[in-house]
């Protein structure tokens, strides 16, 4: 298991989120070290899904600082030069989707592409190589040329992994990545996910119900309750050294 | 088993030989059945045509041999369904005895007789040839009727009707020599036709891509802008619209006594209705382009956000391309329109040279008093474009749904299985086959944990 290095990648503070009147996010500290892979769990709205949103900032925080790759950025309402500041922090920061959102009129090699072309303004011919490189990672080397709805959940998973990874970003944020797969294909995605912590040493934020995944590649387990994290520590210190009686509760009904 | 059953309760004649294959001579007499019928409709239908319009010229009894030939007709081609044997004897009585009359009272006067009755004389024979078989077997027709594709059945009652039409159309003494002489210069109108529709959907095109955004913007300006547009060009007639563009215009100019602006606003008839449909259709094209917009899944454009695109790149790469496959299909319908409503440009007296297709028609026709056949000639070169247009759109649109079918498209080519949500969504199950069997991905690396 890789040891966290100690610079903070990404750098949550004082995080309100309020849809209206409902505070989905009340009060969020938060450090993630380069190399660091943090589980985020808890009932559903609870918030978790939330920060992550709002740390690339698909969601606007209502009050906060997000610092992502030393890009540091107030809540509140956008600007124009604050739109394009959110650009900049977005391309440190790797999304993956519940839903995979792929996108259905490129081949998964376009889609993978895709990013590094259209924003970083790369030629095709320089990113092809690294995308199919990032492809045979996943194992869907032979899938290239394959449209995203002839692919399985999983595989449209991992294919939306190398997209993310294709950015080259510093953090890797994964929301409920298992979520809307079947079973048997949720393991596959898990160890895509692992070789990523255990080989590249990728910097993730994942937010999931996989406590087998945790116990085994988080360095650092975080507990959502009403918009806090309750209670957080190593997969030993919540598994089996639990403190709070929610988090007891929770990991009761889910183990 | 379930033949043997059927033919147990109702005729014999099918219960020996294949499962359903019909027996000799069913195919043959189905068709007589159906041309007689089809034969008799006719006659009745021009019956009135003839009492109402050459009531002078032909005698009260031709006449009535006309009526009793379509009535006798249809009853014959009914008559072939009926299960009863005599039922064909009697229809065979019916035709001979039509074909009979026919000839026999005062011989024939006119082609369109000497054709009715050679008609009946063929289908006669087919019957005694053929239908003896099958006779009072309505099992055995529709054994046959069953194995003719419903394609083919359709092109049949095509057929029938393009008869029945050109045979009234002759019948009301039709110049044809005049059409062939004016074909050329009618058809000449075709290509300003063409080229009016292709520059109006081009703008019409590129303002409801515009008003679209507009629609979709949270700027107050373009939201309120597109609003206006689209209220005012929907909201008055397109004739119109025209009217003002290409007669009104022009008129501020010579209030104002500047002749500068005069000379800006006069625009030629063929750019005042490429403007003036472009106009119109692009404000209703707005709506079809912010729906085809919207209909791209929210993920879309949080994928497209989350790789860091701006908001042209978002459109551009990620949401219009796939807006277009659901703006193609209702663009080709309303270029169809569009391309129908250039004949209102006509009434902007354009220039003869450069006339579209109805002014060109109407010119023609009124010169010579000929309007049945020149509008005829309109209509149908108009309708002609429409119908190449649709196998185009077709075409089209089949390109399109590349990445949202999921067999291949040689596979698949009749009709692509459209989804409804985006590729990509949970709600697809994927296909057995094409799932992976193990987390392979993980062999490579995992075994370094």
């Known amino acids: 298991m890789s040891a966290p290095d100690g610079r903070a990648v990404v750098r949550v503070e004082h995080l309100h989120k309020r849809f209206g009147l409902l505070e989905v996010l009340r009060g969020i500290d938060m450090e993630v070290d380069q190399g660091e892979v943090v589980v985020i769990f808890g009932r559903s709205g609870s918030g978790k899904s939330t920060l992550l949103r709002c740390i690339n900032f698909l969601e606007d925080p209502t009050e906060g600082t997000i610092e992502v790759a030393g890009i540091r950025l107030e809540g509140g309402h956008r600007t124009r030069q604050k739109r394009e500041r959110i650009r900049r922090l977005r391309m440190h920061a790797g999304m993956v989707f519940q839903q995979f959102n792929l996108f259905p009129h490129m081949t998964t090699l376009q889609n993978v592409m895709e990013g590094p072309i259209t924003v970083k303004g790369a030629k095709a011919d320089q990113v092809r190589p690294m995308a199919q490189e990032l492809l045979v990672k996943v194992g869907l080397a032979e899938k290239a040329d394959v449209y995203p709805i002839r692919l399985s959940g999983g595989q449209q998973q991992r294919v939306a992994i190398a997209r993310a990874l294709a950015m080259e970003p510093d953090v890797m944020l994964f929301d409920e990545p298992t979520s809307a797969l079947d079973p048997e294909l949720i393991g596959e995605v898990l160890n895509v996910m692992k070789a990523l912590a255990t080989d590249m040493h990728m910097t993730m934020m994942v937010v999931t119900h996989e406590m087998g995944f945790a116990r085994e590649v988080a360095n650092r387990m975080c507990f959502f309750h009403e918009g806090v994290i309750l209670e957080q520590g190593t997969p030993d210190q919540l598994f089996n050294h639990t403190q709070q009686p929610e988090t007891r509760k929770f990991l009761e009904a889910v183990l | ?449």
């Open chain 2, 1 to 449: 088993m379930t033949v043997k059953e059927q033919s147990g309760v109702t005729q014999a004649a099918v219960g020996g030989r294949g499962r359903d294959r019909p027996p000799p001579g069913a195919t043959s007499a189905l068709l007589a059945a159906w041309l007689l019928m089809t034969e008799g409709a006719m006659l009745l239908v021009f019956l009135p045509v003839l009492i109402f319009t050459t009531q002078a010229d032909i005698p009260p009894g031709d006449i009535a041999t006309f009526g009793a030939s379509g009535l006798a007709c249809m009853i014959a081609g009914g008559l072939l369904y009926s299960r009863s044997q005599w039922a064909w004897l009697v229809a065979l009585a019916a035709s001979i005895g039509t074909a009979a009359w026919l000839i026999s009272d005062k011989g024939l006067t006119s082609w369109t007789e000497a054709y009715v009755a050679s008609f009946i004389a063929v289908v006669v024979t087919i019957l005694v040839l053929l239908g003896r078989r099958v006779v009072g077997n309505p099992e055995a027709l529709a054994l046959a009727s069953a194995r003719i594709p419903f394609r083919v059945k359709v092109s049949l009652v095509w057929a029938a009707i393009f008869v029945i039409i050109g045979l009234f159309l002759s019948l009301s003494e039709l110049e044809g020599g005049w059409m062939r002489d004016n074909l050329r210069f009618i058809a000449t109108g075709l290509i300003f036709t063409i080229l009016l529709a292709v520059c109006a959907i081009t703008l019409a095109v590129v303002l409801a891509l515009v008003g679209a955004l507009g629609r979709l913007s949270r700027n107050p300006v373009a939201y309120g802008l597109s609003g206006f547009y689209t209220s005012f060009f929907r909201g008055t007639p397109l004739i119109v619209q025209l009217f003002l563009i290409y007669f009104a215009l022009p008129q501020i100019g010579s209030n104002l006594d500047r002749l500068s602006i005069t000379n800006v606003l006069s625009l030629s008839a063929f750019w005042a209705g490429v403007i003036g449909i472009g106009l119109n259709y692009g404000a209703y094209m707005t709506e079809i382009f912010r729906a085809g917009i919207q209909s791209v899944g929210h993920g879309q454009a949080e994928a497209a956000d989350a790789l860091a695109m701006n908001y042209p790149q978002r459109m551009r790469r990620v949401v219009l391309p796939q807006a277009t496959r659901v703006i193609i299909p209702p663009t080709g319908n309303e270029f169809i329109a569009m391309m129908k409503d250039t004949a209102l440009v006509s009434f902007l007296g354009l220039e003869l040279s450069q006339a579209e297709l109805f002014r060109r028609a109407s010119v023609a026709g009124n010169q010579d008093l000929n309007r049945l056949e020149s509008f005829i000639m309109a209509a149908g070169m108009y309708w002609a474009l429409t119908a190449i247009f649709t196998l185009f759109q077709a075409k089209l649109e089949r390109r399109m749904s590349r990445g949202y079918v999921r067999l291949e498209p040689a596979e698949n080519s009749k009709r692509p299985k459209m989804l409804t949500t985006a590729g990509g969504q949970p709600g697809v199950v994927p296909l057995p086959a094409t799932v992976e069997p193990g987390p392979e991905a993980g062999h490579d690396h995992g075994s370094a944990s």
